[in-house]
């Protein structure tokens, strides 16, 4: 096995997840090679140092100050309206060219039309069925 065949697998060596015939050669070529021997002892150090970490947890108020900041709100309900006016526009003046295009046979610009459409509708259906449902969310103050 060369050097470079162990650095793909060296992640899966050290987790445990390579086959009995990959463990051994990995284990054949560790035996003879210093720099990949030291490139294991590396990962290994750094996984156990990652293991090590504890992240504290922000409290239930820290939550809730995160959720109801007025600008995160803002910026982020501004963001989706931007995405969908831009993304309706850009579709239906793509529809508009398409459909305006003398080349094309009418069969296959009722297709695409249908395509569209269809995706179209499905948005509308899931998007109001979730501003309906946000009405009743039972899990809307469910820590995350």
Known sequence: MKCEELEVRISGYLDGELTQQENQKVEVHLQSCSRCRQLLEDLRT????ARRLQVDEPSREEWNAMENQIFAQLTRGFGWVILIVW??????????QYAMSPGEPLFEKILVFGFFLGVALLFLSVLSERLRDAKSDRYKGVMK
Do not use: L
């Open 46 to 49: 750094a996984q156990q140092a």
């Open 87 to 96: 993304s309706i526009v850009t579709v239906g003046y793509s529809i508009f």
